[in-house]
């Protein structure tokens, strides 16, 4: 099947974030999210599962809900680019349904939902185990001028290269 063009001229590979909270694979401390595309959804949709552990506690015995802010967060970050386009976020809703326990696997969910100009809008939702949404979110981002996405992008890239020379590959 042909690969599709790319629908927005600036290409950014999301493996060029470094040190992210959210899913850098090599931060001890993060989430670790990896997402994929969600072929169940429109175009762009992207989903990951996971299990928060008690490291991520806020209330006793109950994820952070800035933990759950982040996924979702993140789960539009990857809406944006499994759709080829970098954006930054410029606002973020959450709404929290349910409390949900340390130790629960999760699933988490992004989908687009509009685009008028270089505004994009999106959404996300947290499953637990069971199926029972426990929270969602609303985001809006917006596509940088070149000048600023070029910069952005070349420090991303810079700082890949200053962890790949310390630990010898990109991973």
């Not at 929290?96 to 509009?114: H, I, Q």
């Not at 979110?137 to 810079?158: H, M």
Request: hydrophobic share 35%; with cysteine; aromatic share 6%.
């Amino acid at each position: 099947m042909p690969r599709r063009p790319t629908p927005d001229p600036y290409r950014f590979t999301h493996r060029l974030g470094p040190g992210c909270f959210a899913c850098d694979r090599d931060h001890r401390g993060g989430l670790r999210l990896r997402f994929r595309r969600d072929g169940d959804g429109p175009r762009g949709s992207v989903r990951a599962r996971t299990i928060l552990p008690a490291r991520f506690t806020g209330p006793p015995g109950l994820v952070h809900g800035g933990v759950i802010a982040t996924a979702l967060d993140e789960a539009m970050t990857k809406v944006t680019a499994a759709l080829g386009i970098f954006a930054l976020t410029a606002g973020l809703e959450v709404e929290f349904l349910r409390p949900l326990p340390v130790g629960s696997r999760v699933d988490v969910f992004g989908r687009p939902t509009s685009r008028k100009g270089r505004v994009l809008r999106q959404e996300s939702w947290l499953a637990d185990q069971h199926g029972n949404v426990v929270a969602r979110g609303t985001s809006t981002f917006v596509i940088p001028r070149r000048e600023v996405a070029e910069k952005i992008v070349a420090s991303l890239r810079a700082a890949l290269k200053r962890r790949t020379s310390r630990n010898g590959s990109a991973r």
